[in-house]
């Protein structure tokens, strides 16, 4: 069974760009979580989506947003990008939005912002 | 709200020798918890989990169990290898309000397993 895949993988952008990652989870699976990791708050909880509903929300601002479409795949969109914005966004899904699932996560798509 | 605590290291150990990394948690609820490891330039991979007290995960050679009483969930190998060189976190998934709300981690462990 394929895992989860995230595209693009690197990008570099600009303060005041907006950007757009996109997720794949693994066949059959309906929640999508998306996470943000950096050197200085190591990881953190931005959103989940089941079944095109977005469940719970982390402690972002609402530049950062998403959506999730019938096949469960998942777009995560940044606008007015910062310099501190620059991350690794980890995708992570699971069968189920249930406490004791097993979040499988992608590889992550890592962005520069300059 | 809801929090992880654990050493961030680096850790350095010899190969074959015994491992332990600590993590306690702070949760309203009643938690499940997680031990994720990341090797350089990857993602998360899940590498053990426990749904309630006493719950004992392994794999891998790895296990934690968990313990409400001292809310601890903390990591342990019998002999490590150069090939367990990676970041460890520590994390709980709890259930608030009717929904889950995502995964908190810890800070992450970064282990050295020299030949």
């Known amino acids: 069974k394929a895992g989860v895949t995230q595209t693009p993988r690197y990008l570099i952008k600009t303060r005041g760009q907006q950007v757009t990652l996109s997720c794949s989870p693994i066949?059959?699976?309906?929640?999508v979580s998306w996470y943000q990791q950096t050197p200085g708050q190591g990881l953190q909880f931005l959103f989940e989506?089941?079944?095109?509903?977005?469940?719970n929300k982390g402690n972002f601002p609402g530049r950062f947003s998403g959506r999730q479409f019938s096949n469960s795949r998942s777009e995560m969109n940044v606008s007015t990008l910062e310099l501190g914005d620059s991350a690794l966004y980890l995708c992570?899904?699971?069968?189920?939005?249930?406490?004791?699932?097993?979040?499988?996560f992608g590889p992550g798509t890592r962005l520069l912002v300059l | 709200g809801d929090s992880v605590t654990q050493m961030e290291g680096p850790v350095t150990l010899s190969e074959e020798a015994f491992l332990t990394i600590n993590c306690t948690y702070t949760?309203?609820?009643?938690?499940?918890l997680f031990w994720y490891v990341q090797y350089p330039g990857e993602g998360l991979q899940l590498l053990l989990k426990?749904?309630?007290?006493?719950d004992k995960g392994s794999n891998k050679g790895f296990e934690a169990t968990y313990r409400k009483e001292t809310t601890s969930f903390h990591l342990e190998k019998g002999s490590v290898q150069v090939s367990d060189s990676a970041v460890y976190f520590c994390a709980l998934s709890d259930l608030k309000g009717g929904g889950a709300d995502g995964l908190t981690f810890g800070k992450g462990t970064h282990l050295i397993i020299q030949p």
């Open positions: 066949s059959g699976h309906r929640s």
């Open positions: 949760a309203t609820g009643y938690p499940s």
């Open positions: 992570a899904s699971s069968f189920r939005s249930f406490i004791t699932e097993t979040q499988y």
């Open positions: 426990a749904t309630k007290a006493d």
């Open positions: 989506y089941f079944s095109e509903t977005q469940r």
